[in-house]
């Protein structure tokens, strides 16, 4: 009796886990760096509300790593995760070993959780995505009305809640702005594209008053990508929307893309790529500290706004894992477009995925870097198979 009991228990908490704690946490993972004051309380939330209870989860029901393990992507992260806590043995990282393990497990509970919401709770992906996107439109638009009537030609709008500078700010604007552009190149409703064009078009205008240039390159990739993916009557639209606004945007920005150069870009890569040099298959390992300091400048910088030169930096067999995962990702993504119009969403996120934001501090956002690619490929699944009730699965 006391044994049904407890069964009865464990089920009850996996099921509140997987049908409200989850999406819940989902949601704010994907909206709250909009409204929060701070990214540290956006970390909180993360762990309180998805990656502990998916720990939890786990534990109470082991067997669900059954299916979780077979999953190519979720192989090749921990592959990579071993990878790099094995190359501390040579890096020069000064931080502990548990605090450097710490946002590897948190990171593999954001896949395992995503992979019980696309089991359990598939039927509300769609609008959580939705929501999101909802929530950080309305955010974007008090964000431009507020920054509009003080424009000048060297400001850059960086947002309110929890964005602290204007990359961080237009990679969030960027990874929506390519929400609304696939929901509009994939919905079969009149209405849902009437709304999907003029939140691109907001999304878009937001990313061009960040002044960064990184996430246009990724947008207009995205719409060359996903033109080729959905070929119909809309991609022919796309193509011409595509050269029609590069034509719009270098004539009345031309300043603001060409007027700083290269950013050094060219002399950090050329440093960086000498340091390879010197330690090319092993690399620095994990964490290593990375030094640049620009001729005639007295500022050191430890990005080389690079990722494949980062990643190849601290080790390569981590780069090739990496470029693993993204080619069978934008494969999946590409052979299954036909029949699951998810995964070309899936797909053209990872044009401007989470890789780039990790660049903006590598340890603030440890954490969170699977967010897109994991949540943008597991919400495909949906069209896979219909949710299955947590309830019904025995202890």
């Not at 955010?139 to 602290?164: C, H, K, Q």
């Not at 947008?219 to 959905?230: D, G, N, Q, R």
């Not at 995925?353 to 954490?367: H, L, Q, S, V, Y």
């Amino acid at each position: 009796m006391q044994f049904s009991y407890l069964s009865y228990s464990k089920n009850r908490v996996f099921d509140f886990i997987c049908l409200w704690l989850l999406p819940i946490g989902f949601l704010l993972l994907l909206s709250d760096l909009y409204f929060l004051p701070g990214r540290s309380i956006h970390h909180k939330l993360y762990y309180g509300l998805f990656s502990i209870p998916t720990l939890i989860a786990i534990i109470l029901r082991p067997r669900e790593l059954k299916d979780i393990l077979r999953e190519p992507l979720v192989l090749g992260f921990i592959l990579l995760s071993l990878w790099s806590i094995f190359s501390l043995i040579w890096s020069n990282t000064q931080d502990d070993f548990v605090g450097l393990v710490r946002p590897a497990l948190h990171m593999l509970m954001l896949y395992f959780g995503c992979s019980l919401l696309v089991k359990y709770r598939a039927d509300i992906l769609q609008p959580l995505f939705f929501s999101a996107a909802i929530i950080a439109l309305i955010a974007t638009l008090y964000n431009l009305w507020v920054f509009i009537p003080n424009y000048s030609p060297e400001a850059r709008m960086i947002g309110a809640g929890a964005f602290d500078n204007p990359l961080l700010s237009s990679h969030a604007f960027g990874f929506f702005c390519i929400y609304w552009l696939a929901l509009g190149m994939t919905c079969k409703r009149a209405y849902v594209l009437l709304i999907a064009a003029p939140a691109f078009l907001i999304m878009f205008a937001a990313i061009l008053a960040t002044g960064s240039r990184t996430p246009l390159v990724a947008v207009v990739l995205a719409m060359v990508w996903l033109s080729f993916i959905c070929w119909n009557r809309r991609s022919l639209a796309l193509i011409s929307m595509l050269v029609v606004g590069g034509i719009v945007v270098m004539t009345m920005f031309s300043e603001m893309i060409l007027g700083r150069g290269s950013s050094f870009r060219i002399e950090l890569w050329q440093m960086a790529l000498a340091l390879i040099e010197q330690r090319p298959w092993i690399g620095y390992g994990y964490d290593a500290a990375l030094s640049l300091q620009l001729p005639g400048t007295d500022e050191l910088l430890s990005e080389p706004h690079n990722f494949a030169v980062l990643r190849w930096h601290f080790r390569l067999p981590a780069l090739a894992v990496h470029a693993g995962l993204g080619a069978v990702q934008q494969l999946a993504s590409s052979c299954a477009a036909a029949v699951y119009p998810g995964f070309r969403l899936a797909g053209v996120w990872h044009w401007c995925g989470p890789d780039r934001r990790r660049r903006i501090n590598a340890k603030a956002e440890r954490t969170l870097v699977p967010a897109v690619d994991s949540s943008g490929r597991d919400c495909c699944a949906q069209y896979q198979s219909a949710p299955q009730d947590p309830a019904r699965q025995s202890g």
